[in-house]
């Protein structure tokens, strides 16, 4: 079989031929789509098919999960944040060892979750608490940072993910 080959303008001809055929096949497409009106311009257009707009997506909603239709409203959670990962990455690479006496103060922490797919999700932050040997202002102020930290995070993940879990 012979071998044609055709110049970069001749393929470039034929990109673009082809992008305008598919671009005007897509706009008849959607202009057919279109249902003429027949009242006054100035009376409000209402969108066509919306019965079937709506069917379209009651059907899209029903083969996706929905934790709201399993019955689930929400849930409560001990959470145990990795905190030398964490402070690793916040302190862009700098060293936090093992025993960082701000990963041992992090972890007297009771942190709790409480989940609610409706909104208004909560975390309760309770430190351990040692009258013999109260906290400095700098491990309340580490300590405070942290607290401020976990809540965006815990509260900003639970804002993006309610609404995933939720029916359309």
Not at 98 to 117: E, G, S, Y
Not at 132 to 151: F, K, M, R, Y
Request: proline letters at 7%.
């Amino acid at each position: 079989m012979p071998k044609v080959s055709f110049s970069s303008s001749t393929r470039l001809s034929a990109a673009l031929l082809t992008f305008c055929i598919v671009g005007a096949a897509l706009a008849r497409a959607q202009n057919s789509l279109t249902i003429p009106s027949t009242a006054s311009e100035s009376a409000p257009q209402t969108p066509p098919n919306t019965s079937l707009n709506d069917q379209l997506l009651a059907k899209a909603s029903g083969i996706y999960f929905s934790a709201i239709r399993t019955g689930l409203n929400g849930f409560t959670c001990d959470v145990h944040p990795n905190w030398r990962t964490l402070l690793l990455t916040s302190s862009k690479g700098a060293s936090a060892a093992t025993d960082d006496p701000r990963i041992t103060l992090a972890q007297t922490v009771k942190i709790t979750l409480h989940a609610r797919l409706a909104g208004g999700s909560t975390i309760d932050w309770n430190p351990t608490s040692d009258p013999a040997h109260p906290l400095d202002a700098d491990s309340t102020s580490i300590l405070d940072s942290l607290h401020t930290g976990t809540n965006q995070s815990l509260l900003g993940f639970m804002q993006f993910w309610t609404p995933s879990s939720t029916d359309l």
